[in-house]
């Protein structure tokens, strides 16, 4: 890590003694014939980069503080790999034409090109070289620290999570990320192997998306410890107030929604004889959809994340491979299906906005709760259209072998789900 940020450093110093800054004004960090397509695709290369910050993630368990180190520590890392990756494209495109940028290497065909600068390009090697072999031992490190929780919950055999006398480290967990990793470094096409990596850590957010979403809308815990699915807590819950966390529940009051106002033996009414207006079957059918919405709170938001990717999923892929169609509108029936989709993407996140968000007694939470995950959703969804489709077929693949684990030996030996069955069994 110091040898790249070094590496880096003296680069950009040589970049700035020797840079042409009309190149960046004449053609700019996009120049012509590099569209969305292409700056989406690059991000997908660069995004395998960015990922390895989930290390300190893994992590967790070994910070002493981790509400508070664990926050500084990804942040600092986001943000230094974001100067890095923004100062060797800055070097680059100040340096020459981009014309003459050599994909697979672009620091060593740049300094090549310029008269008293070719002795760069060895410096310019040893970084790379060390930041490659720091990289492999930043994934073999990360692969441990997915070995051995898994093993250590049952869902992988338990011999992965023993430690070792000594260094107190899963040796065996080491052992076994270490190998995967090299194999796949060996054998795979660095391309398809960086796209796969990316595709992965795209799905990996969305699922930690979808997760700290729920958790935030989460209903209180009944008295034995678990929730249902549909996260009704009969236990404790009453209608307008959660007596679990003693606060007054914010959703909307229903009552008047569900059902008419009694009539009322007013002097006016009984000379009148009017009968009392019943409410509209539009009327009953927002009231029973609001009620279910809040007496299944997990349930209205799971199934609103769901439908929100799916319509966005369409949304997204409809703008992208048909925006030549759109800018000319040519094809009423395509307008039709973005204006339809762009309205059921927005009305799926209403009851994100109409269930009360659960923020007692948590250490940590995420700012701008629920805009904040859908624009990260939004994000998620763009990358994930641009994609080679070899890359989808290889994602099928790891998740058919790694269901296939599951169900073959972690559903059997998990530990929650050993846990969960001694709890009903003293029921």
Known sequence: MITTLLTLMLVFIVAMIHADFSLVTEHGFAPRGVGF??????????YAGYAGIESIALAAEEAKDQSKDLLIGLVSALGISILVYMTGVL?????????????????????????????????????ALCSITGGALNISYAMTRFIYPMSRDGLLP????????????????????????????????????????????????????????????????????????????????KEGVNEAHGRKNTT????GLLKPKPETDTAETNATNELPKRPSWIHKGCAIILRWIREHTTRSVILSLCFHLIFEFLLVALL????????????????????????????SCCPLLLLPQDTDDLPFKV?????????????????????????????????????IVYFTYGMKHSVEATRQDVHLNDQ
């Open 367 to 403: 700012p701008l709760m629920p805009l904040l995950p859908l624009i990260a959703l939004l994000a998620a969804v763009i990358l994930l259209l641009h994609f080679n489709s070899l890359v989808y077929v290889g994602v099928v693949v790891w998740l058919c072998l790694g269901l």
């Open 158 to 237: 338990s011999v992965l999570s023993r430690t070792n006398e000594r260094t107190k480290t899963p040796l065996l967990a080491n052992l076994l990320g270490t190998c995967i990793s090299a194999v796949f470094a060996v054998l795979s096409d660095i391309k398809i192997l960086i796209q796969t990596d990316s595709m992965l850590y795209t799905l990996e957010a969305v699922i930690v998306l979808f997760a700290v979403t729920i958790l935030r809308y989460r209903p209180p815990n009944r008295s034995d410890g678990y929730v249902e699915l549909g996260g009704i807590d009969k236990a404790d819950f």
């Open 91 to 127: 070097s680059v495109t100040v340096l020459t034409e981009y014309s003459n940028i050599d994909l697979k290497t672009p620091f060593e065909a740049v300094f090549n090109d310029l008269d008293g600068l070719r002795w760069m390009k060895y410096i310019v090697a040893v970084g």
């Open 37 to 46: 397509d292409e700056i989406v695709g690059s991000a997908i290369i660069a």
């Open 320 to 347: 992208t491979f048909n925006m030549d169609d759109l800018l000319r509108v040519h094809d009423p029936g395509l307008i039709l299906g973005i204006v339809v989709s762009s309205a059921l993407t927005l009305v």
């Open 252 to 255: 909307t009051d229903l009552n």
